[in-house]
């Protein structure tokens, strides 16, 4: 049975293609994610599938060779239609599937779990989904486990989409900044001679009623000269006006740093309960207003701690809480086992975000866009690694007295 579209399909799609992720090449971040669903969820199978308009493409995937199939034959296009987990226990005992050639044949799929890549904005671009060749079930815990690696997908996506622009930002503003002597002079000088003439032509003429022709002539060959250099003005005061304030920008505003950090535990916490690792949460003390973008800020802080779960040996304990050191601060603390077994986050997070913060490409691509998504909150990252303490994080951020004007307009120096 063919999948309906959603009643959103054309938004969605927008959504999609903004992301420029598809037919994109294999990445770790997502390989990551893909190989720790089919683990926690027992499956031989599992991708994340994004749902095109006549297609279904897999950017990871684990345990099939098969990357791209049509949307007419894709259980994914029936889960993008919820809002959570559609969930298949035998394929062949439902009428919607029992007929595809994936399912019918020979060690076709039997069983199918899919948790839909809803955005922010609530468009569904695509499944995190495992399936197996046996009919079976899901556990409660391997459901929260699968809808929270979902979100890991999504914020994935998202954040990359928002480092992307804050980096087009920075580029503008830096322009701005090389340009703005050069504008200094034409307001300060040729341009405001041209508009003293044109000023006093037009004063004389209110005054006497009589049309000089030579001081007209000086007029008109004065503008003509500089029109040019006026546009060039108005668009790059246009500019400087939209800098940073398009719908790819942060929105920053006063927050909560300890709500924001205990949601993204939450987020997390069914993730680390698959691996069996423990997460202390200490982040329960009192309000830390801080000036954030709330929504970009808890997906960058659910990001570090889901490399904290990653690198992590099963049966480990990842420590979070926020206080005030010379700001407000969230500590991630990523502790070494009793046995001597040591976390392998320190380098990670060292390589991908503390050493070359710029240098988006490579393994830890998700980690490196945190970084910018955090730079662009002037925030500061501490990093240390201490054995028998394991690996300590400390983010500090601005106190929330600071303008966000100010702070969008300083991301030229971010």
């Not at 493409?57 to 987990?85: F, N, Y």
């Not at 508009?195 to 000086?218: I, Q, V």
């Amino acid at each position: 049975m063919k999948a309906p579209l959603p009643d959103n399909e054309i938004e969605r799609l927008a959504a999609l293609y903004s992301l420029d992720i598809l037919d994109s090449p294999p990445e770790k971040d997502f390989d990551d994610i893909v190989a720790l669903a089919a683990a926690v969820c027992e499956a031989p199978v599992a991708m994340v599938s994004l749902v095109d308009a006549d297609r279904q493409w897999a950017k990871s995937r684990t345990g099939s060779e098969v990357a791209e199939t049509s949307r007419d034959m894709s259980i994914c296009a029936h889960a993008i239609l919820g809002r959570d987990l559609l969930i298949v226990p035998d394929t062949r005992a439902d009428n919607r599937f029992a007929d595809m050639p994936a399912v019918a044949g020979s060690g076709g799929i039997r069983f199918y779990a899919g948790a839909p890549l809803l955005t922010t904005d609530g468009f569904a671009l695509g499944t995190l989904c495992v399936m197996d060749v046996e009919p079976r079930r899901l556990d409660m815990e391997q459901q929260q486990a699968l809808r929270a690696l979902a979100r890991q997908v999504t914020a994935q996506l998202e954040l990359r989409r928002y480092a992307f622009a804050l980096a087009n930002t920075t580029a503008r503003l830096q322009e701005l900044e090389r340009r703005k002597d050069d504008l200094a002079g034409l307001v300060g000088g040729e341009l405001r001679s041209s508009l003293r003439l044109m000023s006093a032509y037009l004063e004389r003429l209110g005054d006497t009623g009589y049309h000089d022709a030579e001081m007209a002539d000086l007029v008109g060959r004065a503008t003509a000269a500089h029109v040019r250099g006026l546009r060039e003005l108005i668009d790059h005061l246009t500019t400087m006006a939209d800098a940073g304030l398009g719908g790819e920008s942060l929105h920053m505003r006063q927050c909560d740093l300890t709500r924001v950090t205990q949601r993204a535990v939450e987020a997390v916490r069914p993730i680390a309960a698959s691996k069996h690792i423990w997460i202390l949460n200490q982040a329960g003390g009192p309000s830390l207003p801080i000036i954030a973008d709330p929504v970009r800020l808890e997906q960058v802080l659910t990001h570090l701690l889901f490399a904290a779960v990653k690198y992590t040996p099963e049966g480990g304990r990842v420590r979070v809480g926020t206080e005030m050191e010379s700001g407000p601060t969230v500590r991630l603390d990523d502790m070494d086992l009793p046995d001597g077994l040591r976390p392998d986050l320190f380098p990670h997070l060292y390589y991908g975000a503390i050493a070359n913060p710029t240098d988006v490409p490579g393994p830890d691509r998700g980690l490196a866009v945190a970084k910018r998504i955090l730079d662009a909150h002037h925030a500061t990252v501490a990093l240390s690694d201490r054995p028998g303490d394991g690996t300590s994080l400390h983010v500090v951020f601005p106190y929330a007295e600071m303008n966000p004007a100010e702070m969008i307009r300083d991301l030229a120096v971010a």
